[in-house]
């Protein structure tokens, strides 16, 4: 019946367009990206930022992460997988990006163990049992006081430190660096500079091998 | 042609026409969400709950004709339509902001919902259902 011919042709029509439109819309947002990390590219790596490797490496990943981010808990094993499979080639700097509610204590308990020296084993301890302190998308530091007890560090040190204001600075900078940068998700990398073409594994691998074969 | 085929010609233009309102509209929705990731805001969300179901509804009433499908499909678009005059009243001011029932994530009467810095996407939900309305009750004034 040319009555269905003609339905069928419309649904095909239409999807038709909305994939060309979501091509489109989606080379011109990358486009977009490109020029907003390459235009603040002095925003990307401030002197206060946690960095991890061999300082001379080629290639540079830089992470905006949230402690509280679940994603982000499933990319730090595969972060520091990189590191290791490429010793000396790749390096890490983290940058805060405390979007979930309570979070901005988590990252002050990040800075204040820096100051410790314990900076990376806390971060893989909050990350490993976020389950518990971050509840229903809100962080709460105080469910995270036992874990660290656990440990054996100087909870009490940590508490003191982290109303450090110059901590509460590093935050407001990061956030305002990651604005500028196009960092509105966590979390959110950059390889020597460059954003993800779109998020997901297989892009910031590919992202990395590239890099990696650019510069060595 | 006979005058019974002639008449269910007309029903047939009048509800793909329906259809593809809908169906435009549902895509355009998914495009802002899923494409330019903009969260849709609580009232957009029982818009579309009562929009998305009509792309679908009135596709099968083409497959074959049924005129039947107006019962079904006018309930639902009805409703859409209360939830956009709301969200139209809203955006423009009309209720003013401490009655909006939007809690977490994006305002409800936030500017940043229009459509090439001008057409507001409550006023293109408003505009979709009215239509699927007129020409829903249309299939049935021409018997």
């Known amino acids: 019946m040319k009555k269905n011919y003609i339905v069928i042709a419309t649904v095909l029509v239409m999807g038709l367009l909305f994939a060309l439109a979501a091509y489109f819309y989606n080379t011109q947002q990358l486009e977009t990206k490109n020029k907003q990390a390459k235009q603040h590219a002095n925003a990307l790596i401030p002197p206060h930022a946690i960095k991890k490797g061999n300082p001379q490496a080629k290639v540079t990943?830089?992470?905006?992460?949230?402690?509280?981010?679940?994603?982000?808990?499933?990319?730090?094993?595969?972060?520091?997988?990189?590191?290791?499979?490429?010793?000396?080639?790749?390096?890490?700097?983290?940058?805060?990006?405390?979007?979930?509610?309570?979070?901005?204590?988590?990252?002050?308990?990040?800075?204040?163990?820096?100051?410790?020296?314990?900076?990376?084993?806390?971060?893989?301890?909050?990350?490993?049992?976020?389950?518990?302190?971050?509840?229903?998308?809100?962080?709460?530091?105080?469910?995270?006081?036992?874990?660290?007890k656990g440990y054996g560090l100087d909870v009490a040190r940590i508490q003191q430190d982290m109303q450090d204001p110059a901590i509460k600075k590093i935050i407001k900078q990061d956030l305002a660096d990651g604005a500028l940068l196009g960092a509105t998700k966590t979390p959110t990398f950059f390889v020597n500079g460059k954003p993800l073409s779109s998020f997901g594994y297989e892009q910031l691998m590919s992202l990395v091998q590239s890099e990696l074969a650019a510069n060595y | 042609m006979d005058h019974q085929q002639q008449a269910d010609n007309t029903r047939w233009t009048l509800i793909f026409s329906a259809w593809l309102i809908a169906a435009v509209s549902t895509l355009g929705s998914l495009?802002?969400?899923?494409?330019?990731?903009?969260?849709?805001?609580?009232?957009?969300?029982?818009?579309?709950?009562?929009?998305?179901?009509?792309?679908?509804?009135?596709?099968?009433?083409?497959?074959?004709?049924d005129?039947?499908?107006?019962?079904?499909?006018?309930?639902?678009?009805?409703?859409?339509?209360?939830?956009?005059?709301?969200?139209?009243?809203?955006?423009?001011?009309?209720?003013?902001?401490?009655?909006?029932?939007?809690?977490?994530?994006?305002?409800?009467?936030?500017?940043?919902?229009?459509?090439?810095?001008?057409?507001?996407?409550?006023?293109?939900?408003?505009?979709?259902?009215?239509?699927?309305?007129?020409?829903?009750?249309?299939?049935?004034?021409?018997?």
């Not at chain 1, 100051?115 to 998308?137: G, P, R, T």
């Not at chain 2, 330019?36 to 074959?64: D, H, K, N, S, T």
């Not at chain 2, 809690?103 to 810095?117: H, T, V, Y």
């Open chain 1, 61 to 148: 990943i830089v992470e905006f992460l949230d402690p509280a981010c679940g994603t982000c808990k499933q990319f730090h094993p595969i972060i520091k997988d990189l590191l290791k499979k490429y010793p000396g080639k790749i390096n890490l700097v983290v940058r805060y990006a405390p979007f979930h509610p309570g979070s901005d204590q988590m990252v002050a308990i990040l800075e204040a163990a820096r100051k410790q020296e314990q900076f990376w084993n806390v971060l893989d301890m909050m990350f490993e049992s976020q389950e518990y302190w971050a509840i229903n998308h809100q962080a709460k530091p105080e469910l995270f006081w036992g874990v660290l």
């Open chain 2, 31 to 65: 495009f802002f969400s899923e494409v330019m990731e903009l969260v849709p805001c609580v009232l957009c969300w029982y818009q579309r709950i009562f929009m998305f179901p009509l792309a679908v509804i009135l596709l099968v009433g083409l497959f074959p004709l």
């Open chain 2, 67 to 143: 005129t039947k499908v107006v019962n079904y499909a006018l309930p639902i678009a009805i409703i859409g339509l209360f939830f956009t005059v709301y969200h139209c009243l809203l955006f423009f001011g009309f209720i003013p902001e401490n009655l909006q029932p939007c809690g977490k994530g994006i305002s409800c009467a936030d500017a940043s919902m229009e459509l090439f810095g001008f057409l507001p996407i409550p006023l293109l939900s408003l505009a979709s259902f009215l239509m699927i309305i007129i020409l829903l009750l249309k299939t049935r004034t021409r018997q």
